[in-house]
């Protein structure tokens, strides 16, 4: 049966000489695979620049709820990005975004609202030009809300602690290494006070930037299974200083 669905693409893998599979999330069906024969043809009617990590889809697919590889009957790039593949700044965050939504976003079925986020996410970044070297930390800050492990917001900004295991912020050294202190735990949750639209007016210098990237991987990891380590974001740190 065929279905309309908006779809960001994740990541795409060689299968043959000429065709790929290419890990779509997509907003009416979540995590799917999907084989594209001769995407790798000069005259491919859906081509590998087509399929850049986090290219914006269009998509009429072919959908069957087994779990298997699904089939693409018609793909568009909507809307196209006009500036993240070309500008050196954007293409690394995009490089880092996605690795860290692949860790992420688990394939267990439709969420529009994550879906929305992450699409919205990616428009303002191509549509953007300033604000954007701390981009990556209040998508990180933001996309926990959909993942289910957003912070406390209670004590933000009063507190001299945020305790990563449980989330919250407190007024008292945790039993744990896994905390932010002062002056770490201020910036922290000024991030939480932001969102795209003002971000250009948090001023974060590299030291506490890259500070803050490596504590909320470490968040992650806490809340999420097998997340693992992020390797892109030293390339992410190294173009932003």
Known sequence: MLHKTRG????????????????VFTEKFGMQSYMVNGAKKPKAKISLNMLQSLSLLDMVVYYKNTGNVQRIKELKNSPVLQTIPYDIIKSSIALFLNEVLYKAVKPQGTDESLFDFVFSAIEWLDNQTEGLTNFHLLFLIRLTRYLGFYPDRYLAGEADYFDMKNGVFCNYKPDTTLYLSPPHTNNFAGLLQYNFENLSQLKLNNEERRYLIQKLLDYYSLHIESFGNVRSHDILEEVLS
């Open 8 to 23: 960001i693409v994740f990541k795409t893998t060689s299968y043959s000489e000429n065709s790929v599979i290419v890990q």
